[in-house]
């Protein structure tokens, strides 16, 4: 069994639909595509008439904890479940606040016209990424990492503070919908290791049950830290599973009807061999904190 349990698609800040990306899937083996998209499940509703790898409903959801954003994966969502339902339409909200807020910064910087492209594009969920793609597009800058030095990180030109909700929100509301709460790409948030070990502490103990332990350009070291992390925090690893516990193995079983899996816990990282990113484009490899 091979599979991806980190994909995002053009209702978000993706760059392709879900036949494209069942398409890839199809082409790379994999047997179970996690659809996670940044604060929407749009994508989710297309999957029921989309053939190809069984689908894993989940969602990204973006939030604050002491001031530092924070990405949730929910795998083994209920995307219909009322309360989930609310947070998103409130961060959606959010998205599109702050994106009107950076267009006006923008235009008082003489790059107008964000909105009107942003417009024609199906992404629910508004992200940087998109204003990042629209001034490389208009040619005010010549890649994505000077678009966010320049103006979109703190400190930069049309730099807006982002106004999410708390961890323990997004957590609660993936609970609520019969999900899994995963602590996404956690290498990538600018904490040393002090302050890492605090956050998956807290993470845990707010009803978080898993981090992310691989992702692309993940270095080999913070790799090997997450590892031991989790395994002191008795967490799960999406895409490369070195350990799960059977409580939650038997929870995504019971969750996602698609993932038949009767390896036992010892062999389960081996079943499941799958690498974020390996078959989609690079959009899934930006940072984290562009969004």
């Known amino acids: 069994m091979k599979v991806d349990l980190h994909c995002h698609t053009h209702y978000s800040d993706g760059k392709h639909d879900l036949s494209f990306l069942k398409a890839r899937a199809i082409e790379n083996g994999l047997s179970h595509l996690a659809i996670t998209d940044h604060d929407c499940v749009d994508a989710l509703v297309a999957a ?63 790059a107008g016209g964000l909105l009107e492209s942003l417009s024609g594009l199906k992404a629910s969920a508004l992200t940087r ?20 030095k320049r103006y979109l990180n703190k400190g930069g030109k049309a730099h807006v503070p982002a106004e999410w909700c708390s961890m323990s929100t997004a957590i609660g509301a993936i609970k609520g919908a019969g999900g899994i709460a995963i602590l996404a790409h956690p290498g990538r948030y600018p904490l040393n290791r002090a302050k890492l ?49 059977q409580r939650l193995l038997g929870r995504m079983l019971a969750s996602c009807r698609h ?33």
């Open 48 to 110: 029921e008439s989309v053939g190809g790898p069984a689908i894993i409903p989940g969602v990204e959801i973006s939030c604050m904890w002491e001031n530092i954003e924070i990405h949730v994966v929910g795998l083994c969502i209920d995307a219909r479940e009322s309360g989930l339902s609310a947070l998103l339409a409130e961060q959606q909200t959010s998205r599109h606040k702050r994106i009107v807020k950076i267009d006006e910064k923008l235009r008082q910087q003489g």
């Open 197 to 245: 070990k605090r956050l998956v502490d807290t993470f845990r103990q707010v009803g978080g049950e898993a981090l992310e332990a691989s992702y692309p350009n993940i270095a080999p070291e913070m790799k090997q830290y997450l590892e031991k992390l989790g395994l002191n925090f008795q967490c799960i690893y999406p895409v490369v599973l070195i350990f799960m516990t």
């Open 129 to 148: 990424s998109h204003v990042a793609d629209f001034l490389v597009e208009s040619g005010v800058c010549v890649n994505r990492k000077k678009v966010f």
């Open 259 to 291: 993932c038949l899996l009767k390896s036992r816990r010892r062999s389960y990282g081996n079943t499941l061999c799958g690498k974020r990113g390996s078959m989609l484009s690079n959009e899934t490899a930006d940072s984290g904190r562009n969004f």
